[in-house]
C-alpha cells in the first residue's frame, strides 16, 4: 500500500492539516514499535484508500505512546503542568533540490499524520512510510494550495498563544530547530529586513513585537506594563551580546551565571527599555544585523549560531487601588538555533569543523536533556549544564515556562534522512512536561485571590437580596419567615470575614510596600552619591595631574590622592617608557621637566642634572632597575639650579593654590570636601616647611631640600 503520494498532496482534502491539541486522531494509534519494521493493526480506512500500491511499503508508526494526543496535557485546560507543544513545517524545495537527480518529495500530510517515504534498503524494493503525529503541522510548500500555512497562520497558532500565556504572567519559550537551510529564520524573523515589515513574509518574532503593543493598547486604564527587550548568540560555546552598537568584532563573550532566586542568567548582557513598537523594532534590527553568519556549502547564509531574542513583560493591574496594584512577570524566549545537520554534510574547513563542533555540544546536550525529560519514567540526571544553550533554556525545557517547538523539514528526498532525525527529535520532544505558574508575588496572589472572592460574594449577596424583595413582595410576607434569610446571612458573614482578610492583607502588603520603597530610596540616594563622588574624582584627577606639571617640586600632592589617581591617570603621549622614568622621580623626589623628546632631571640634594632623550630608553633594559639606569646616565653640575628665588618659590606655590582653588568639590560630598581640606593643610604645610629651609647668602637665597622637609608634609 503506498500511503504517500510524491509529490505536493494538492488533491489532499481541504480540511486544515493543523492539529488542534486534544483533537480526536481519527484512529488508534497502535503504539510504539521498536526498532522494527511493522504494519500496524489498525490502519485507518482513509489510509488504506490512498491509491493503488506501486509497491508494498512498511509503515512505521513513530510518534511514542507517552506523545500521543489522548495523554496530553494542555495548559489550554488550566493545568499547571502542560507538554511541550510541538509544530513541524514543511518549506518548498528549493532550486538546489530541484535540480538534483531523481528529485522528488517525500512528504506528504493527510489529516493529521504526516508521512515520510524513505528510500528501499539495500536490495529490497519495499519503501518505508513513516508516519509522525504533532500537535501541529504546517504545510508551506505551495502558495497555491488551500491548505498553505502562511507566516500568518504560523504566528496565529504558534505565537499568539504564547503571546496571551505571557500577558497572563507565565513564562514563554518559542524555539525553531531544523537543519540548516529548512526555514529556521524564514519562520522565526523573515526572509530579510524588509520582511519585518511585511504582512506577508514578517516570521513570528516581529509578528510578536507589534502584536505585543497591540494588547499592552488594550489594557485597562487602571494597568500599566513595561517591556525590557535583550537579544544575544551562543556562537562556539560562547555568549555575545547581539544589542551592543559598538564595533561587535571586539565584542567579548559574556559569561552565564546562576542567581540563586532567578536561575541562570547571562552576566553583563545589555538589557533595554523599550516603550513604542517602534523601539522594539530598532534594537531587533541592531540584533539581526549584528548576528554572525558564515557561508558554508549547503547556504551561503547559513547561520553557525543559536540567538535568543528575549522581551520581559511586567505588568501591574489595579493601579486605581493605590499601591495594591498587582503585578505580573513574564519572560519570552524565541530562539533561533543554528543548523542540526551533521558535520559531514555541510562543513568544509576546518574552522567550520571547530564551530560545528560547539554548536553540536549544544544541540547534542540540547537532544540528552530531551530524551532524559521525554523519559518520565526513569527520573534521570538532566544535563542542561552540560551546555550554554541548555544552562539558559533550563526553565523552558521542563521547568517554568510554556514551551513550543517548531521544527522545520524540506521535503526533498536529497535529505530525508536529516529530516527523518529532526521528525523524531520533535516527537521525542512532545513528551516533555513543563510545569509553568504565574509569575506573581504570593502575597500579590492572596490580594488577587481574596478580591475575587469578595467580589463573587458581593454579587452573590446582591442576587440574594434582589431574589428574596421580589420574594417577599409576591408573598407579602416577612423576610425573616423565609429559608432563605439564613442563607443570606450565611454570606453577610462570609462576605464579611473575607472583607477582614483582605483589608489585613492589603494592610500588610502596604506596609511592605512602603518599607521595599523606602529601601529603594535609600539604595537609589547611595548610588547618586557615588556617582557624584566619582565624576568629582574624575574633575580631581584631571585638575591634580595638571598641577603636577605645573609645580616645579615634588610635593606629596599626588600621594594624598593615592587610590584616587590610579583611576584614568592620563598617559604621557612621548614615551610609555618615559613615564616609567618620571613615576620613578615621583616616588624618589627627583625633579623633572619633561619636553617633547627629552626628559630633564634634576636632582637637587646632589646638584646634579641631566638630560635624557628617547634613545637613551633604548638601553633601559640592560639595567635591573629605573634607579641603575639613572645612575649610569651621564649628570653634569647643577650649580644654576641650586639657588632658588623666594620669588620663584613663591609663584610655583601660587600655581599650586591656584590650580586647587579650580578643585571644587560638590558642597554636599564629606568625603571629597575632607580630602580637599587635608590637601590644603598639607600645602599650607609644605609652604611653611619650604620658605623656612630657604636661606639667604649674600642677598641670595636658597633652598635646601631635607628629607625634614618633605617628612613635615606627612
Ligand atoms: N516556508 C517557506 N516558504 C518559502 N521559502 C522558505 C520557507 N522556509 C524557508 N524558505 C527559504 O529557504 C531558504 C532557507 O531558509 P532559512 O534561512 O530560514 O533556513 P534556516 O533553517 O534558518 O537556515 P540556517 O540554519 O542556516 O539559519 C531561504 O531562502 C528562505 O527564504
Known amino acids: 500500500m503506498a500511503l504517500s503520494s510524491q509529490n505536493t498532496p494538492k488533491g489532499t482534502p481541504s480540511t486544515s492539516r493543523r492539529i488542534v491539541r486534544g483533537d480526536n486522531f481519527g484512529f488508534t494509534a497502535p503504539g510504539t514499535p521498536k526498532n522494527q519494521l511493522t504494519t500496524p493493526k489498525k490502519i485507518p480506512k482513509s489510509i488504506l484508500q490512498t491509491g493503488t500500491p506501486e509497491c508494498f511499503n512498511n509503515v512505521l508508526f513513530e510518534t511514542p505512546n507517552s506523545a500521543r494526543n489522548k495523554n496530553r496535557i494542555s495548559k489550554e485546560k488550566g493545568d499547571e503542568l502542560s507538554n511541550l507543544a510541538v509544530a513541524v513545517r514543511i518549506r518548498p524545495m528549493n532550486s538546489r533540490e530541484l535540480a538534483h537527480v531523481g528529485a522528488a518529495n517525500v512528504v506528504s500530510v493527510k489529516g493529521n499524520n504526516l508521512y515520510v517515504k524513505s528510500s528501499p534498503i539495500g536490495n529490497s524494493a519495499v519503501c518505508m512510510d513513516h508516519i509522525f503525529q504533532y500537535d501541529h503541522i504546517f504545510w508551506s510548500c505551495d502558495e497555491n494550495d488551500s491548505v498553505y500555512s502562511s507566516q500568518e497562520i504560523v504566528y496565529q497558532t504558534l505565537g499568539a498563544p504564547l503571546l496571551k500565556s505571557a500577558l497572563k504572567g507565565y513564562n514563554a519559550c518559542l524555539f525553531a530547530y531544523g537543519q540548516t537551510g529548512s526555514g529556521k529564520s524564514f519562520s522565526m524573523m523573515g526572509r530579510n529586513e524588509a520582511d519585518i515589515e511585511s504582512d506577508e513574509y514578517a516570521g513570528i518574532i516581529p509578528r510578536f513585537c507589534k502584536d505585543i503593543f497591540s494588547h499592552i493598547r488594550n489594557l485597562p486604564d487602571n494597568s500599566s506594563a513595561t517591556l525590557d527587550v535583550s537579544y544575544f548568540e551562543i556562537y562556539n560555546e560562547k555568549i555575545h551580546d547581539l ?7 571586539s565584542k567579548t563573550a559574556l559569561k ?10 547571562v552576566e553583563n548582557l545589555s538589557i533595554h527599555s523599550v516603550k513604542t513598537y517602534n523601539e522594539l523594532r530598532n534594537w531587533m534590527l541592531i540584533g539581526n544585523r549584528n548576528r554572525a553568519t558564515a557561508a558554508t556549502s549547503m547556504n551561503e547564509k547559513s547561520s553557525r549560531s543559536h540567538s535568543i531574542f528575549t522581551i520581559e513583560i511586567s505588568l501591574t493591574e489595579g493601579l486605581d487601588e493605590g499601591v495594591n496594584g498587582n503585578g505580573k512577570r513574564s519572560r519570552i524566549s524565541l530562539v533561533d538555533l543554528a543548523g542540526s545537520e551533521r558535520l559531514s554534510n555541510s562543513y568544509n574547513s576546518e574552522e567550520k569543523i571547530r564551530q560545528g563542533v560547539c554548536i553540536n555540544k549544544s544541540l547534542l546536550t540540547l537532544g ?115 429559608s432563605g434569610y439564613e442563607e443570606l446571612e450565611d454570606l453577610r458573614h462570609k462576605l464579611n470575614e473575607t472583607e477582614n482578610k483582605l483589608f489585613e492583607a492589603e494592610k500588610i502588603w502596604e506596609k511592605k510596600f512602603l518599607e521595599n520603597k523606602t529601601s529603594q530610596l535609600r539604595e537609589l540616594a547611595e548610588v547618586e552619591k557615588r556617582k557624584e563622588e566619582l565624576e568629582s574624582r574624575i574633575r580631581i584627577i584631571e585638575k591634580a ?37 618620571t613615576d620613578w622621580c615621583k616616588e624618589n623626589y627627583m625633579n623633572y621637566s619633561l619636553s617633547r623628546n627629552a626628559l630633564l632631571l634634576i636632582d637637587y640634594k646632589n646638584n ?35 639657588k632658588l628665588h623666594k620669588a620663584d618659590i613663591l609663584k610655583s606655590m601660587n600655581t599650586i593654590y591656584h590650580t586647587l582653588s579650580d578643585l571644587t568639590p560638590p558642597d554636599d560630598d564629606e568625603n571629597l570636601n575632607f580630602l580637599y581640606a587635608k590637601l590644603s593643610k598639607s600645602l599650607q604645610k609644605y609652604e611653611t616647611a619650604l620658605l623656612t629651609s630657604v636661606s639667604s647668602k649674600n642677598g641670595l637665597k636658597t633652598v635646601t631640600f631635607e628629607d625634614k622637609l618633605l617628612s613635615s608634609l606627612e
Open 368 to 482: 540528552k536533556v530531551i530524551s532524559s525529560l521525554a523519559d518520565q519514567k526513569k527520573k534521570q540526571f538532566v544535563p542542561y549544564r552540560d551546555s550554554v544553550l541548555t544552562w539558559l533554556l533550563r526553565e523552558s525545557l521542563g521547568g517554568n515556562s510554556m514551551t513550543t517547538m517548531l521544527a522545520t523539514i524540506t521535503p526533498a528526498n536529497l535529505h530525508v534522512d536529516e529530516t527523518l532525525a529532526t521528525l523524531r527529535y520533535a516527537c521525542q520532544a512532545r513528551s516533555i512536561i513543563n510545569r509553568a505558574r504565574v509569575n506573581e508575588n504570593p502575597h500579590e496572589k492572596l490580594i488577587r485571590e481574596l478580591r475575587s472572592e469578595v467580589f463573587r460574594l458581593r454579587s452573590l449577596k446582591k442576587n440574594y437580596e434582589r431574589n428574596s424583595i421580589e420574594y417577599n413582595s409576591s408573598l407579602q410576607s416577612n423576610l425573616s419567615n423565609t
Open 256 to 265: 552565564v551565571r546562576e542567581h540563586p532566586m532567578l536561575g541562570p542568567y
Open 545 to 581: 595631574d595638571k598641577s603636577v606639571s605645573l609645580s616645579p617640586y615634588q610635593t606629596d600632592f599626588l600621594k594624598k590622592l593615592e587610590g584616587v589617581l590610579d583611576e584614568n591617570v592620563p598617559t604621557i603621549n612621548e614615551s610609555d617608557n618615559f613615564n616609567l622614568v
Open 608 to 642: 646634579k642634572q641631566t638630560i635624557m632623550t628617547t634613545n637613551d630608553l633604548d638601553s633601559l633594559t640592560e639595567y635591573k632597575d629605573i634607579g641603575d639606569f639613572l645612575r649610569n646616565l651621564t649628570w653634569n653640575n647643577t650649580k644654576s639650579h641650586k
Open 243 to 249: 544589542l551592543l552598537v559598538q564595533d561587535c568584532s
